[in-house]
């Protein structure tokens, strides 16, 4: 069917930094862009960034520019989120979602969640 | 860049009750709008994209308008299950900004 299942759960040390996977299936993974949102302990939806998983192309919001970095395995149908350099305001689930094409760009298919614990 | 604001933050309603959220953008979107229901401790959900094409599978009592700046989410008939918290989104360009949430109890 189709899913975005994600990574299993992590917890990091200040300063670090985390890689969480979103690996697709049930559809054709090139035609839909895939999106990163967080979401800290009892917050809002925030946005992080995207990536067209044909071309590998990213854009990220200027909040994270510089500490994130969206890749993708077109083998796999898998993308990832790299956030370094974390720090405890960081803890939150991080979501991947998706695009149901790339004319249409709000989000109809979501992972799980992958709670990142920042914690000395 | 264009920021979303929602109100009221939280809402008590009786069931049956119609229940009304709006959503403000500081710029105009057009139609580039949508609305995710996210129920405690589960992912968000779609409920309605482009400001008023209901998601497939959504009850028929959810309902979206507006266009450009302003935007509205209603349910017609509040039901048990609704209880959860609500946010709007813009996609019409990067940022995809989301309002900050309105959460919905039961009266």
């Known amino acids: 069917q189709v899913q975005l299942v994600q990574s299993g759960a992590e917890v990091k040390k200040p300063g670090a930094s985390v890689k969480v996977s979103c690996k697709a299936s049930?559809?054709?993974?090139?035609?839909?862009?895939m999106h990163w949102v967080r979401q800290a302990p009892g917050q809002g939806l925030e946005w992080m960034g995207i990536i067209n998983p044909s071309s590998g192309s990213t854009t990220y919001a200027q909040k994270f520019q510089g500490r994130v970095t969206m890749s993708r395995d077109t083998s796999t149908s898998t993308v990832y989120m790299e956030l370094s350099s974390l720090r405890s305001e960081d803890t939150a689930v991080y979501y991947c979602?998706?695009?149901?094409?790339?004319?249409?760009?709000?989000?109809?298919?979501w992972g799980r969640g992958t709670l990142v614990t920042v914690s000395s | 860049d264009i920021q979303m604001t929602q109100s009221p933050s939280s809402l008590s309603a009786s069931v049956g009750d119609r229940v009304t959220i709006t959503c403000r953008a500081t710029?105009?979107?057009?139609?580039?709008l949508a609305w995710y229901q996210q129920k405690p401790g589960k992912v968000p959900k779609v409920l309605i994209y482009?400001?008023?094409t209901l998601q497939s599978g959504v009850p028929s009592r959810f309902s979206g308008s507006g266009s450009g700046t302003d935007f509205t989410l209603t349910i017609s008939s509040l039901q048990p299950e609704d209880v959860a918290t609500y946010y709007c989104?813009?996609?019409?360009?990067?940022?995809?900004?989301f309002g900050q949430g309105t959460k919905l109890e039961i009266k």
């Open positions: 979602a998706r695009t149901p094409s790339t004319s249409d760009w709000y989000f109809d298919l």
């Open positions: 710029q105009g979107i057009s139609n580039y």
């Open positions: 989104q813009k996609y019409n360009s990067v940022p995809y900004t």
């Open positions: 482009a400001a008023s």
């Open positions: 049930g559809y054709t993974f090139t035609r839909c862009y």
